[in-house]
């Protein structure tokens, strides 16, 4: 036996033997059960970092521990590939999106294959070759003829100066990334996706996941948003002025309808263009609704402001009561009917803009025991007791409610209705590098499918990007087609989809990659859904519930039998660091500082004192990232694996340090040395068979309940026993059994181990121990020793004792003689396996 284990030499060996073997290739045919084991794929931004270390060690040991169990394991890697980092990559160095992203897919795989990650690496893929996104062509085809797909003018983020459309995260404070000039809005005509049919099993099916945590439930549950409200209309008190009857407002809060003080419709809604018509002001303030981003974030955020149109409309419970009609910037022309009526006694929007235009503020609602005429200071929104509403007061919100939703329905001015927040999904984004959307645009015909036998419609590879926009929209080879349906001449669609829909499918295409279709469904069903999911919270919204409309939508048109893709889902914390900077406020990174005296910091390139900061996340711009390939380097990849499991229960942050990761590397050469320990010895050792059965046990229930951290504490405890244990069959037995219980971890060290214990297969074929749960049970018992109702020692004993030998060993205790100073026992009370009490 060598004396230390040589990560340098062993990690490549068995990572080769594992190649050659094809010991993580997935086999549909098998008749084992099967399992899906996933992590979320990677952007292939050009580095693995300490976060997907993380997230694909996870994966990894389940992934393994399942094999031994029994199970065919389908566990595949590829990469995220299309997206705006590639082209801006290109913008900024001049190479093209496609060869920085397959370089990096490259760099990373190299990296990834270096942890050693049980990986069927026979089933890669990158959303960015034709062999994945042309299928995907297929798919959004089929999506198309089954009615999920339409085109409606949508707005854009709209860049004046570099004459282009921005992705929000490229606005940034209201402005472009890269011009700085203020956003506007514009109009384009897109495509969605019908995400919203699904609103109502999106949000039930939600109730089936009882493997997800609840918190991303919640998320999910609030992001579809579900209300229940009403649906009504005023009537406009002169609808000839208003060119229209009646304004049609969506409410969650009918019981405030009285202390309704205006009414206010979105720059985009029909009275407000009517009114532009006649009226410059109106023209101008609508113009001016146009700028700032268009996420929803920035809209609740903007200042609220408004613009009086001079309408009025009746109140419908109160028909000598008028309110007037505003524009306002702060109504989206598309949730609900783009118009609402507003009360700024009991929301903060109404209230804001109540206060700056000097409407009327009226208390409808009170908390329970309230005084109906304090004055308003500010809003409250929640629910309470009507009050100043007529037939209402006195109900309670709920109550209020119902009443007006009934009374609505009765004199037929309105409805009661459910309202999603959810939006159709908007997949056009007008840049190059995604899937070309396989849709040829005709003067004659509209938009026209690809037909399949033209699929895959491949980017072009000469494009330039010296100029802001889409390449697409300027080449004209690619771009100018004859139509597919007349032979005119006709154009490509140049929009490209959004990359949430290549993440939306991955999975299934992992299950199963047939060359002429997306997948087989036989197979794909082999596999899906993934029991086990693993990835970051950052997607417990978005990507989540894209994949699972797809897996719906695919559902409903035939082509998979499951709804939800995702039976398990973990999300792992995050990998936190240290931050330091100097005293002028520049972040440095950590090979930029060193310590000081006294623990204190040195800036080295000035020689100035430095600053500990926070413990962060990880990022670039705060220069605390740990960059894994050094270390595996240095410590080994099964040092490094280790580290990530233990410390921290692995959906909590876990904070990357030096000192940790020694001793990992040091725990891995302890195991190394207790296997070259191993030899021929006699004799059982029943506290080592109760201790390895306890660890088997609690290894297996930890990875299982995916509980890294006291996996890892189990196996500490067995290795600790098994130094100190003289030497014994069951010792030698103990340490045979450790080698395959670390294998999930530390799949190299136990390689080499289990060679050296003379096996010729590989460990990770093996099976995981198994124990004799007869070993479980706890035969021993502490219990406590009273004199005259005082504790005074306590004792172990043998479960089950007898009254007689438990009370000598009680008697016989040096603390209890003393605390008798010589009497002699009255009467001896034994409450087995619980207490004794002496009376003195
Ligand atoms: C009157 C009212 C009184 C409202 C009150 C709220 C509080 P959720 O719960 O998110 O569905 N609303 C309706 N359409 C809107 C639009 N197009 N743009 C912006 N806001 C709109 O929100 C429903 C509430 O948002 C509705 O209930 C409406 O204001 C407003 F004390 O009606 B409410
Ligand atoms: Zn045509």
């Excluded at 408004?306 to 419908?316: A, K, M, N, R, S």
């Excluded at 396989?438 to 938009?447: E, I, K, Q, R, T």
């Excluded at 519930?545 to 695919?554: D, G, I």
């Excluded at 201790?691 to 006291?710: C, E, M, P, Q, W």
Aim: glycine content about 10%.
């Amino acid at each position: 036996m060598i004396d230390r284990f040589d990560p340098a030499a062993a990690d490549a060996r068995w990572q080769a033997r594992w190649a050659e073997a094809g010991s993580f290739t997935a086999d549909s045919a098998s008749s084992k059960p099967k399992t899906f084991v996933l992590e979320m794929f990677p952007y292939p931004s050009g580095r693995i970092h300490m976060g997907h270390v993380r997230n694909y060690t996870m994966g990894d040991v389940l992934a393994r521990f399942r094999r031994m169990q029994g199970f065919e394991v389908l566990h595949p890697m590829g990469w995220d590939a299309f997206g705006m980092p590639a082209e801006n990559a290109a913008m900024e160095k001049g190479v093209h999106p496609g060869g920085w992203t397959r370089a990096n897919i490259a760099t990373m795989r190299d990296q990834l294959k270096r942890l050693g990650f049980a990986l069927d690496w026979s089933r890669e893929l990158a959303t960015c070759e034709p062999d994945y996104y042309g299928h995907e062509q297929a798919l959004f085809l089929d999506l198309m003829e089954a009615g999920l797909v339409y085109r409606k003018e949508s707005e854009v983020n709209w860049d004046p100066v570099d004459a282009t459309v921005l992705a929000n995260e490229q606005v940034i404070d209201g402005r472009g990334w890269r011009s700085g000039a203020l956003v506007e809005r514009r109009k384009l005509n897109q495509w969605f996706l019908k995400i919203t049919d699904f609103a109502e099993e999106l949000i039930d099916g939600l109730g089936t996941l009882d493997q997800w945590p609840d918190k991303v439930r919640l998320m999910q549950e609030n992001w579809i948003g579900r209300s229940q409200g009403l649906k009504f209309s005023f009537a406009l008190a002169d609808p000839a002025a208003a060119g229209m009857s009646q304004i049609d407002v969506f409410t969650t809060r009918p019981d405030t309808i009285f202390g309704a003080s205006f009414v206010a419709v979105s720059a985009g809604h029909p009275i407000a263009q009517g009114v532009a018509l006649g009226h410059g002001g109106a023209r101008k303030f609508i113009d001016e609704c146009r700028t700032g981003g268009t996420t929803a974030a920035e809209i609740e955020t903007a200042e609220k402001r408004g613009f009086d149109t001079g309408l009025e409309v009746i109140h419908p419970l109160d028909p000598t009561r008028r309110l007037p009609v505003w524009i306002a910037n702060f109504v989206l022309m598309d949730y609900g009917t783009g118009a609402l009526f507003g009360v700024p006694a009991h929301d903060a929007r109404d209230f804001e803009f109540a206060t700056k235009y000097d409407l009327p503020i009226r208390r409808v609602v009170i908390p329970q025991g309230g005084d109906p005429e304090a004055s308003v200071d500010e809003p409250e929104s929640g629910y309470g007791v009507a009050v100043h509403s007529d037939f209402l007061d006195g109900l309670s919100s709920e109550e209020a409610i119902d009443e007006v939703i009934r009374r609505a329905e009765a004199g037929g001015w309105g409805t009661g209705t459910i309202q999603y927040r959810l939006r159709d999904w908007g997949v056009s984004r007008q840049r190059y590098w995604g899937t070309p959307i396989p849709v040829v645009h005709c003067a004659g015909c509209g938009p026209v499918g690809v037909p399949r036998d033209q699929l895959p419609i491949i980017l072009p590879e000469d494009v330039s990007f010296d100029v802001p926009g889409n390449p697409l929209d300027r080449h004209p080879t690619w771009r100018d087609v004859p139509c597919p349906s007349c032979g005119a001449a006709a154009r490509r669609e140049t929009d490209t989809l959004d990359t949430f829909v290549n993440s939306s499918w991955y999975f299934i295409r992992f299950a199963s990659q047939p060359k002429d279709q997306p997948f087989d469904r036989a197979e794909a069903e082999q596999w899906l859904p993934v029991a086990q999911y693993i990835g970051g919270v950052e997607h417990a919204i978005l990507h989540l519930l894209y994949a699972r409309f797809w897996t719906r939508a695919l559902n409903r048109i035939g082509k998979i039998g499951m709804t939800e893709p995702f039976k398990g889902l973990f999300t792992q914390g995050m990998v936190t660091h240290e931050t330091y900077k100097s005293l002028d406020g520049r972040w440095l990174g950590p090979d930029e500082v060193a310590d000081g005296a006294g623990g204190t910091m040195t800036e080295l390139a000035t020689g100035t004192a430095a600053i500990r900061g926070r413990i962060e996340k990880m990022s670039k711009s705060k220069k605390n990232v740990v960059d894994p390939e050094p270390i595996v380097d240095r410590y080994g990849a099964d040092a490094v694996r280790w580290f990530m499991l233990s410390d921290s229960p692995p959906e909590r942050d876990l904070e990357w340090s030096e000192a940790s990761i020694e001793g990992a590397a040091r725990f891995v050469q302890r195991v190394w040395r207790l296997v070259g320990s191993v030899g021929t010895n006699e004799g059982s050792d029943p506290a080592i068979d109760k201790r390895l059965a306890r660890t088997i046990s609690a290894v297996g229930a930890a990875i299982d309940g995916l509980a890294f951290n006291k996996a890892i504490a189990a196996v500490y405890e067995l290795v600790g026993a098994l130094e100190k244990a003289k030497p014994s069959a069951s010792r030698d037995d103990a340490i045979a059994k450790l080698v395959r219980l670390i294998s999930p971890m530390a799949p190299h060290l136990a390689e080499e181990s289990w060679a050296l214990l003379g096996h010729g297969g590989l460990v990770s074929d093996a099976a995981w121990p198994t124990f004799n749960p007869a070993l479980l049970v706890d035969d021993e018992v502490t219990i406590a020793v009273q004199v005259n109702g005082k504790l005074r020692d306590t004792i172990t004993i043998a479960r089950g004792m007898d009254r007689d030998a438990v009370e000598a060993l009680a008697l016989a205790s040096d603390k209890v003689i003393r605390a008798m100073d010589g009497a002699a026992p009255r009467k001896v009370i034994v409450v087995p396996d619980r207490l004794v009490n002496i009376v003195a």
